[in-house]
């Protein structure tokens, strides 16, 4: 008895469209490090370069699909906004997985201003495209 699945040939395709057995795709800036730079320009409060990490079309996301910002200037008045709010805000990341044209993230957000909670845990699910953050799936 054989068990598992079985599929046509050449059909099998990893996440980001390679076949199978093929070589992913390269980046000329690892996506890991990428997340890491605009989580660096953030904590500067440099809204320009902490952009420059997202491409123009980018999503955020609930796991639920609910969509919190759509497109690169729906994040820059969202971070603008929660620069100002709460200029200590800190992201610690004691965890990250990188895969492919994906970067997973477990957040620990500290330095909320007076009133905000103390600590909020979040997973946040990176997608890429061409060197830039395409798509944010927020899981909390």
Do not use: W
């Not at 800036?29 to 997202?54: G, N, T």
Request: overall charge negative; charged content about 30%; some cysteine.
């Amino acid at each position: 008895m054989r068990l598992g699945f079985s599929a046509p040939a050449g059909r099998l395709r990893n996440a980001d469209g390679a076949r199978r057995g093929e070589k992913e795709r390269e980046y000329a800036v690892e996506p890991r490090d990428v997340v890491q730079s605009a989580i660096d320009a953030y904590h500067a409060h440099d809204l320009d370069r902490c952009l420059s990490f997202y491409a123009a079309d980018v999503v955020v996301k609930r796991a639920d699909g609910t969509i919190l910002m759509d497109g690169a200037e729906a994040v820059r008045a969202r971070y603008a906004k929660s620069m100002s709010d709460h200029p200590n805000l800190h992201y610690d990341i004691p965890n990250r997985i990188a895969l492919g044209n994906y970067v997973i993230d477990e957040e620990r957000v500290t330095g909320y201003s007076p009133g905000g909670p103390d600590v909020v845990r979040a997973v946040l699910v990176y997608r890429f495209t061409a060197d830039l953050i395409r798509e944010i799936l927020i899981l909390s």
